[in-house]
């Protein structure tokens, strides 16, 4: 990817009503825009859902994504989130093909290094529920294909701008080591 494409993680505050995710995706497709990542929940106002898309493209790319999604009426509020600092994270639930043994013991202690959890357990698969970056999600999704994935599901991303007020001045070094450790 070159400096100019680069993937612009966008929230687009909307109504919450039938058909509005339908009408922006559709919208988005037919001017060639193409979704990497797409989550979609209900937020602390039950009248209003936040999408959160990853679009790759330049700056123009991004701009015309912008535009366009501002011209929709239950768009309330359109933030290109990767244009600040921010935290995100990817949801992953994977079964492993892990009979009872050692390679059960392994992929249980790389579960362990890469801080997920273990949500069932099969006589001969396990599945696990893992949260991250995105970088470490696809790492641990890697780490695991030699044993064998059997399924494998993402949210896909969710962002939120950092707080302003948060500042390595105002945290305590605990903090700091939890935020860049997150």
């Known amino acids: 990817m070159s400096n100019s494409t680069q993937r612009h993680v966008i929230s687009a505050l909307v109504q919450n009503v039938p058909g509005v995710l339908a ?3 559709g919208m ?3 001017r060639g825009f193409n979704i990497d990542s797409l989550a979609v ?6 009248h209003l859902s936040r999408m ?5 493209g330049d700056n ?19 933030l290109d989130v990767s244009s600040q600092d921010f935290v995100e994270r990817d949801l992953l639930l994977v079964k492993i093909q892990a009979p009872a043994g050692n390679a059960r013991s392994e ?18 698969e396990i599945m696990i529920e893992m949260s991250g970056r995105e970088n470490k999600v696809q790492a641990f999704i890697e780490r695991m294909r030699p044993y064998g994935i059997t399924e494998l599901v993402r ?9 302003e007020d948060l500042s390595d001045v105002t945290m305590s070094r605990a903090s700091r080591k939890f935020v860049a450790n997150s």
Do not use: C, N, Y
């Open 155 to 163: 949210t896909g991303r969710i962002a939120m701008v950092r707080s």
């Open 107 to 124: 992929v249980r202690e790389l579960v362990d290094i890469f801080r997920g959890r273990i949500v069932d357990v099969g006589p001969d």
């Open 28 to 30: 988005l497709a037919s």
């Open 23 to 25: 009408h922006i995706s």
């Open 52 to 56: 959160t898309f990853v679009v790759v």
């Open 60 to 78: 123009g790319v991004l701009e015309q994504v912008r535009k366009q999604l501002e011209k929709i009426v239950t768009v309330v509020k359109v």
């Open 41 to 46: 929940g209900e937020t602390e106002d039950s």
